[in-house]
């Protein structure tokens, strides 16, 4: 069985401030996948990032960034630069064989 | 181009009533999936269906039933309702597992209240 754990359940910065939001995981698959979502107050879940585990290369995109360490099972996500649209409930993922399990969520406030 | 469509977006059932939920996936999407997320949690997989059959399932009663059709749309049923079926139902659509590391791609959901 999968599990995805977000230990942190809120976090508060101020705009401009970078930010990590963490995820760990278990799992017992050799090959799978790693998701992010943001969720905003209106409610949609929206795709955001994605990693393979056989691909542990960091990466970034634009203001976001992701440490994936297999060593470590985890899966972190950086904003750089933090704005108040970022303001949301983010969720790791992780898919194997088209199930995805979710942590249940980080609570984003981003503070003018 | 149109995203996931779920509809209703709201409802009120009575405990013991039977409801019906339906989605629409993005166009050349295959695969459906319903998730249910309570208040405070992240949401958890009820079924997965790709090409009108059921790939996934997860651990809910035999109360909850879906099912596809050949346009890809699908349906949610959830017999004989409880209180704690009260939550926010998702239906996402994506490649589906012909390509392992297709995201989800949600709707709106419905909001689901039984009293």
């Known amino acids: 069985a999968q599990k995805v754990t977000q230990a942190q359940t809120e976090i508060s910065v101020v705009e401009k401030e970078d930010v990590t939001l963490d995820c760990v995981y278990e799992t017992r698959d050799t090959t799978y996948y790693l998701f992010w979502y943001k969720q905003p107050p209106s409610g949609e879940l929206v795709f955001l990032i994605r990693?393979?585990?056989?691909?542990?290369q960091n990466e970034i995109s634009g203001r976001y960034s992701w440490n994936f360490q297999k060593s470590t099972s985890s899966f972190n996500f950086t904003i750089t630069a933090s704005q108040v649209v970022d303001s949301a409930v983010y969720f790791c993922a992780l898919k194997y064989l088209g199930k995805s399990t979710f942590g249940d969520g980080t609570t984003l406030t981003v503070k003018p | 181009d149109a995203g996931v469509t779920q509809s209703p977006t709201h409802l009120i059932k009575t405990r013991g009533q039977q409801v019906t939920l339906r989605c629409s996936p993005i166009s050349g999407h295959k695969s459906v999936s319903w998730y249910q997320q309570v208040l405070g949690q992240g949401p958890q997989f009820i079924f997965q269906?790709?090409?009108?059959?059921?790939?996934g399932r997860g651990n809910f009663p035999d109360r909850f039933s879906a099912r596809q059709f050949p346009n890809y749309s699908s349906e949610l049923n959830v017999n004989a309702l409880l209180l704690g079926d009260s939550a926010l139902y998702l239906c996402?659509?994506?490649?589906?597992?012909?390509?392992?590391?297709?995201?989800?791609?949600f709707g709106n959901g419905t909001r689901l209240t039984v009293t």
């Open positions: 996402a659509s994506s490649l589906g597992y012909r390509v392992p590391n297709s995201p989800l791609h």
């Open positions: 269906y790709y090409e009108k059959e059921e790939r």
């Open positions: 990693r393979n585990s056989f691909d542990e």
